[in-house]
């Protein structure tokens, strides 16, 4: 085992985390602005699944 390992595998973790969020938040102002812009509702359920949508397409 490398000695380079743990900080590798701790800064992987960390932009994993971090992508997970900045796709939680487009997904959140994409449906924010289909609400607003075409009448859409907001639902929590449907932003859910967008946003793995988008983290699965990403980490293909």
Excluded at 14 to 36: E, P, R
């Amino acid at each position: 085992m490398s000695t380079f390992s743990k900080p590798i595998s701790l800064c992987r973790n960390f932009i994993l985390v971090s992508l997970t969020k900045a796709f939680t938040i487009y997904a959140i102002w994409g449906a924010h602005w289909a609400s607003v812009m075409d009448e859409q509702p907001f639902l929590s359920g449907v932003i859910a699944v967008k946003t793995l949508v988008v983290i699965r397409r990403f980490l293909e």
